[in-house]
């Protein structure tokens, strides 16, 4: 098997999984996105809570990718990106049916490359001023990976469909100019270990493995490729005539070697992936964390199961309960201590994980269960709320409201 079939292989068995997961099983495949962690950080790192529907998990995502690329430059981009890899086959497809490829040109290619930069910025500014993720709507992956729900725009069906129809036309469009991902990664690829090299002695300079390269980079003019967009996807190789004399062909920089086993690209890419996986589960960080007053100097925690707690807005709900000022308030309520110290939360659609750390001189876990479950007065609205929480094993006073 060539290593592009090698590579298509894989390509097409990560897609697999990832629909499979997603519309067989019911899995969130945004909580695994590694641009979910840059759009994230920003907010965990503030407010110590991220935005709906991501999770700690897409900061491993992120950090496993970032490693991926330190030793491989943008191999993820080549070998595990569900849409750069639709994004490609529609583009050989294309070809084999006998539809002409459109050069840019190299100036063009420079400028539309700048592009990336611009949707980065504007993403990240829209997702931390608006608190949540406005890019979501727009997103080609999220049309390809969601389970189409209301929270799904028309937009990202538009998005999706205006990069397949020039993915026909020109090779892998939006890898090149567009994704925010790939603005993320750059600065990191372009100090990336291993890198295509050629010897100028063996190479003939036909040209091909310049004119078989998807992301445009002039391999037939350069001694190695350190170019960031380099997907390490090996077609140059594949299309030289002269790779037995090894003219052209893949490895670290010199000083550590001549050549890696093209194997080498999948064997860091899973190992990188179960690591993220392993990581996620093995040190499952808060992804809602909310602290008030100092720590005392005794403290006790507790952990409950909560159903009805899917997101930060509920979570900035239970915190609501935790301080409300009636007959169920929290013993110890004032201005530094609510009698609780910190919340830390890790919403889910069925059942939340919740930790409640306090002061055992002060409150209780009893008093802070009723606090979250029974129905709240508010007087400013003069009317009950019912609480959407449920804890599991834990049954409520059974306070019915008369004016809900």
Known sequence: MTANNTRCAFQAGLLVMTLTGVFLFGTNAEAWCPFGGAEAIYTYLREGNLLCSLGVSNFYALGAVVLTVLLLRRAFCGYACPLGAISEWLGVASRRFGMRTLRVSAKLDRVLSLSKYVVLAAILAATWQLGELAFRGYCPAYALLSRHGADITVWAYVVAGAVAAVSLLITMPFCRWFCPLAAVLNPVARIGLARIKRDSTSCTNCGQCAASCPMAIPVDQLRQVTASRCLACMNCIEACPNRGQRAIFWGPPECLGHAWP???????????????????????????????????????????????????GRANLLVGFLERD???????????????????????????????????????????????????????????????????????????????
Do not use: H
């Not at 990188?272 to 040190?283: F, G, P, R, T």
């Open 262 to 312: 093209k194997a080498t690209v999948i064997a860091i890419l899973l190992a990188c992936s179960v690591a993220a996986v392993a990581a996620a589960y093995l040190m499952p960080l808060p992804a809602f964390v909310n602290s008030r007053g100092a720590a005392p100097d005794r403290v006790a925690s507790f952990e409950l199961r909560i159903r009805e707690l899917t997101c930060r």
């Open 326 to 404: 009636d007959i169920y308030q929290v013993p110890g309520a004032g201005p530094d201590n609510l009698g609780y110290y910190k919340l830390e939360a890790w919403p889910d659609p069925v059942i939340a994980l919740v930790r409640i750390t306090y002061d055992p001189e002060i409150t209780d876990e009893d008093s802070i269960k009723r606090a979250i479950t029974e129905p709240y007065y508010g007087m400013a609205e003069n009317r009950w709320w019912l609480s959407p929480f449920q804890i599991e094993g834990y049954t409520t006073l059974g306070f019915e409201p008369e004016n809900q």
